[in-house]
Every structure is written in structure tokens, then in C-alpha cells.
């Protein structure tokens, strides 16, 4: 007999099998994200067409950051959850239901108004495009094609908040990879067909915010939540929403914004610069997508529940425990990036168009990125705390001193730097964020564990540190130089990795690290073994 078995699931419990459900799913995604860009890397490398798509795509993706998976689930998951705690689950469907009438009618407002001023918005986006009339007409006119994929997102992100809420994560962590696999399968259907080759890209991304949306219906149903049962069109719970959602829509994207006023900036330096921001920032996507988004999808419902039940040191205990699973795993993929930049980035783009010029500028912006991984990640779960206990003007206030932070550093910083100066910027601003926000949560809160999340942390730097001077020594060794073989890199790469984490567990057993069993415990979780 399990003595376990019918012990009562704490919030801490509910966290670490979420995270792995949305972890390993992530990974997919993010495993199918990188054959994406390695695709598109190949097909179209860093020059006018990948400029323009990636432009192109971030003003669509910006607007899902904000008003999508960024300020409509932090603002719907807690009142949706206050209205399952205290007045039952017809009642909250009831509010849902009309939040899905609501913001489908915004969403098409909001599509037709891009569609519309794409001109203006490529202008103040990326200015620098105005001096090349073929990549400024080509910007817009793919921005044109793409803009109808906010409607999707948007209401993939609307079902995300309510499966989450009712304890399943799976469906909307899996969203992503239908829209990697249409991107992909562009590539090579719609692209050939075409006069601009790029337009099939954008095309794939139509597609996949449909395929996204699909997957997401046969889980409602099965949950009991129906589309099309009938419901107010104005609930007196949107407007509590609403209320929460306006200022979300800075403070949750505060990251994206940064990312997109480098974007901008990088518009005024040489050709290519945009696309070697957008391929380090993806690699930086890859443990911050899997770990971080991760812990912070999983943490907001529990953060929601206990702030709904007014149990403060609930709160508090479930913020130090997520804050200490993020440092641990992100802390040594910095150092595993910074260490490994350029062989990473050679095998998985240097193909094709994208050449060892390419590659290298590349790994230099990914060096300043990772430098703010850990304030990234760190940042999400401080925010999602904040949004929990329904507080959103502080994130706002701090955001916005992280942008302006961001534009004079960036503006300093790219003279000398270049590219990488952008990149090192938007780490500089999220670590200043990082700051603001927990120096306010405490003084909301109260004591919030800093010691034991220090103490963590500090651990967690020390293995890191010896990790990432062992696969150094390693990587001279393993990894051929510049020109070897793919198969050399690949297992020079792997061989590597593998040391690091070797390594990076079995000191992290030495020094008695308790994050380690919980990361097991999440990764059992996202195996399917419990």
C-alpha cells in the first residue's frame, strides 16, 4: 500500500505536475520550433526576406503576447477562478462563455485595423525599412497576410485560461507545435509555388493559428464547456476583467516589447542585424519557454486559488518554492549557453544560406542574451505572483521603467556594440525589473523567503560555475574547429552537454540541493512516470 496515496494534493504538488505536463510539451514544441528555423534558416538565411518575415511576424506575435497568452490569461484565470471558489462552475462557464463572444467580436476589429494600417505600423516598428522600398512593401504586405492569426491566438489563448483552471494543460502547451509543423510544411508545399517565396511563410502561420484553435474544442467538451450554450454578451465579471486586463497589457509582455524596440533599433543598423537578434533570442526561447513559461503557466492557477482563499502565506510559500525551481534550471542553461554559443548555433543553423559570417554574429548576440536568462525567467513568476493577487498596476510601473531602461541602453549601446549591445540591453532591463518587482512584492507581502531562495541560488551558481569551467576545458577538446564535419560538431555538441549535466547533478547531490528531487519529480511527470 502507497502511504501516499490519499494524502491531500498540496499546492506545491499541483505546480510540479503541471510544469512537467507543460515542460515536456513545450519541448516538443520547441524541438519542432528549432526545425523551423533551421528550415528557414536554410531556405532563406539573414538578408531581405528573413528580415522582413521576422519583422513582419513579430508585430502579430507582439499583439498574442499582449492581448493573448500575456494580459487576457493573467486577467481571466484569477476571476475565473474567484468565480468557480465561491459561486460554482455553472456560473463561471456562464462568464466564460461571454468572455468568448466579447473578445471574438476585439478580435476582429483588432485583425481588420492591422490589415488596414500595416503601412504606419511597419514605420514606427522598424523605420530603418523606409530607406529599402522592396523590403518596406514586402514587410507590409506580409504583415497583411498574417495579422488574421491574432483572432486565432486569441482565442486559443481565452482556452488556455479555462483548461488550465480546471487542471488540464496539456492541449494549449501543444498548440504551438501544430503551428511549427504548418510553418514547416510551408516551406516546402506553399513556398515553391509562389513569385516572393517568403509569402508561403507567412501563409503557414494562418494555418497553423487555425490547426491551434482545432485542438483546443474536443478538450472543453470533454470538461463540460461548450462555445455555443448560451450566455450574456456583457457579464458583470468581463468587466472586472477588463478592468485587470488594460494595464496587463504592458506588464505581462514587458519582455516582448524590449525584444521589439530591439528589433527596432536593429532596423538602423547593417542588413541582417534583425535576424541575428531573432535567431539568439530564439535559442534563449528554448529553456525559457520549457522551464520558465513552464513553472509560471503552471504557478498562476495555485497562485490564484490560494490568493482567492485570502491564504497570503500560501502565497508566499508557493512563490519561494517556484523561484527556487527556476534558479536551479536556469542558472546552469546560462552557462551552458554563454559557454556553447557559437558551436549550438553552428549546428543548428549554419547551412545553406546561413554561413560561418552568420553564425558568428549570431552566437555574439546570444552571449548578451543569456547574461539575463535567469532575470527572464525569474521575472514571469514574480509577475504572475502580482497578477494572482489581482495587483496589476505594480507590474506596470516597473515595466515601464524596464522599456525606458531598455531604449536608453540600447540606444548607448548599439554604437559600440552593434547587435549585441541590443541584446545586452533588454538583460540589463529585465534584471532591473526582476529588482523593482520583488522589492514590491515584499513590501506587500512580507518576508517572502529571500534567505532560503538565495541560499538556493547560491548553490545553484557554484555547481554552474564548476559545470561551466569543466565543459569549457571539454568543449576545446570534443567540439572540431571551425570547418570540421557535422557529424564531429553534433557529437562534439551532445558530448558536452552531457558532461555539464553530469556534472551539474552530481554536485548538485554534494552540495544537497532539494531542487534537484523536485526537477525529477517533473520530469517523471512529463514522461508519463509517476
Known amino acids: ?125 522598424a523605420p530603418g525599412f523606409a530607406d529599402s522600398p522592396e523590403k518596406f512593401s514586402l514587410t507590409v504586405f506580409l504583415t497583411r497576410v498574417m495579422f488574421p492569426y491574432i483572432f486565432f491566438i486569441g ?115 547593417p542588413q541582417g542585424s534583425v535576424s541575428y537578434l531573432y535567431y539568439a533570442d530564439r535559442l534563449v526561447q528554448f529553456p525559457l519557454g520549457i522551464f520558465a513559461v513552464a513553472t509560471a503557466t503552471a504557478v498562476l492557477p495555485s497562485l490564484s486559488r490560494q490568493a482567492a482563499k485570502k491564504d497570503l502565506q500560501g502565497v508566499r510559500e508557493t512563490f519561494s518554492y ?50 539575463g536568462l535567469w532575470a527572464f525567467s525569474a521575472v514571469r513568476i514574480v509577475v504572475s505572483t502580482f497578477y494572482a493577487l489581482q495587483d496589476t498596476r505594480t507590474p506596470v510601473i516597473t515595466g515601464a521603467v524596464s522599456v525606458g531602461a531598455n531604449i536608453v541602453l540600447g540606444i548607448i549601446l548599439m554604437g559600440p556594440m552593434g547587435h549585441g549591445g541590443l541584446a545586452l540591453s533588454t538583460s540589463l532591463a529585465s534584471m532591473l525589473n526582476l529588482g523593482l518587482l520583488v522589492w514590491a512584492l515584499r513590501a506587500k507581502l512580507g518576508a517572502l523567503g529571500l534567505k532560503s531562495i538565495t541560499e538556493s541560488a547560491g548553490k545553484t551558481i557554484l555547481c554552474s560555475g564548476i559545470m561551466g569551467t569543466v565543459v569549457w576545458a571539454a568543449a576545446l577538446i570534443m567540439i572540431p574547429p571551425e570547418g570540421g564535419t557535422a557529424f564531429g560538431l553534433f557529437f562534439g555538441v551532445l558530448g558536452s552537454i552531457i558532461i555539464g549535466l553530469v556534472l551539474y547533478g552530481s554536485f548538485s547531490v554534494l552540495f544537497k540541493s532539494r531542487e534537484l528531487k523536485k526537477v525529477m519529480a517533473i520530469a517523471r511527470t512529463g514522461t508519463g512516470r509517476t
Open 1 to 125: 500500500m502507497n502511504p501516499t496515496k490519499n494524502r491531500p494534493v498540496s499546492e506545491n504538488d499541483r505546480v510540479t505536475k503541471a510544469t512537467g505536463v507543460v515542460g515536456s510539451a513545450t519541448l516538443l514544441s520547441r524541438i519542432f520550433g528549432f526545425i523551423r528555423d533551421v528550415v528557414i534558416a536554410g531556405f532563406f538565411g539573414a538578408g531581405l526576406s528573413s528580415d522582413a518575415f521576422f519583422v513582419a511576424f513579430r508585430i502579430p506575435n507582439l499583439l498574442r503576447r499582449l492581448f493573448a497568452e500575456g494580459s487576457l490569461s493573467v486577467a481571466f484565470i484569477p476571476v475565473f477562478t474567484e468565480y468557480l471558489t465561491h459561486r460554482g462552475k455553472d456560473d463561471a462557464f456562464e462568464m466564460a462563455r461571454s468572455a468568448v463572444r466579447l473578445l471574438s467580436v476585439l478580435l476582429v476589429v483588432v485583425a481588420v485595423a492591422g490589415v488596414v494600417f500595416s503601412p504606419l505600423i511597419i514605420r514606427i516598428i
Open 155 to 269: 482565442m486559443v489563448a481565452l482556452s488556455m485560461g479555462i483548461l488550465n483552471v480546471l487542471g488540464h494543460f496539456a492541449a494549449p502547451a501543444l498548440a504551438p507545435v501544430f503551428l511549427n509543423i504548418s510553418i514547416i510544411c510551408s516551406v516546402f508545399l506553399i513556398s515553391p509555388h509562389l513569385t516572393e517565396p517568403v509569402t508561403g511563410l507567412a501563409i503557414g502561420v494562418v494555418i497553423g493559428g487555425v490547426l491551434q484553435l482545432a485542438l483546443q474544442v474536443p478538450f472543453l467538451m470533454k470538461k463540460g464547456f461548450y462555445f455555443w450554450q448560451k450566455a450574456k454578451f456583457f457579464h458583470p465579471g468581463l468587466k472586472k476583467i477588463g478592468r485587470l486586463m488594460l494595464p496587463t497589457i504592458f506588464g505581462a509582455a514587458v519582455y516582448q516589447i524590449n525584444i521589439l524596440v530591439g528589433t527596432l533599433l536593429a532596423s538602423l543598423l
Open 322 to 371: 517556484a523561484m527556487k525551481l527556476i534558479f536551479f534550471i536556469t542558472i546552469p542553461s546560462m552557462v551552458g549557453l554563454i559557454v556553447l554559443r557559437e558551436p549550438i548555433v553552428a549546428l543548428l543553423f549554419r547551412r545553406g544560406a546561413f554561413d560561418a559570417t552568420t553564425t558568428h554574429l549570431t552566437a555574439y548576440a546570444l552571449l548578451y542574451y543569456s547574461i
